[in-house]
């Protein structure tokens, strides 16, 4: 990959306003594939988290009103949780999710995930809103740019691979 | 209970910011008492929610990061889950703890119980914050504060109980 092709891939984050964070990513391949990536519990383990982590799916259920937890193992064998709830799941245009990591327990995130058909692109737009400008600041200072990028290249090494099928 | 005592009682609730709701009551007890009732699940069936319901205690682990999840069961047998995370809790001062609502799964509130130390009574303020205006309008539209006050003053009634033992 060039370096130009590498900047094109990175995703494009923003703070729309003081208690919002968007990122916005292109992938590789038509909305129904990608919004079916998000909401597959079997793919989950083959893209979601950081490069040298490891997801299992505790719980997804991936419709309105359904609630999902997933746990990332480090190499070193320690483990996080992360879950939350689907308040709607409108396929496949859009996913509104909460969003808590367990050891911070009770700082929930509301995420608005939508995918916008480019034809054999799909752009994904994720909004996360926060109770506070602290709350917010605090995930932009957590290093969440760089495991989100690492999560991003991981999709679409998936995505091609589903592709090429 | 005169008329004015029942003005008295009443709780005082308040929109301090367009995503806020304050709701104040005093409470014939002194804060250790009032921060037990709360945090005690053996107690909880015996005040919490209107008259007419029945609250159990699912899950309550009243310490910081713990959940908590309780059932309301009316009159006619139908129920409604509660639910949430102590974000934080601090004998007898303070609980910081998120309120969901099950059959609106993913509306989640972060609420701040507040217990003031009048001597014999004790002032409970607690703050909810909502992600949005509309969110707080729609709790605000609910019928909330009556239920509310049926609750305090079940609440009014156990105390009274647990100071005369």
Redesign the interface.
Known sequence: MTSAQQTERAATVTTPSDREIRVERVFDAPRDRVFAVYTDPELIPQWWGPRGMTATVDRMDART?G?WRFVLRREDGTEEGFR?????VTPPERI???F?WEPM????V?ETVTFEDLGDRTRVTTVS?F?TTEERDGMLASGMEQGLNETYERLDELLAKLTSR
Chains 1, 2 share one sequence.
Do not use: I, P, S
């Open positions: 009103g609630d939350g709830t689907y308040r709607e509104v999710q909460t808590e327990a009770g700082y929930v509301l809103l109770y």
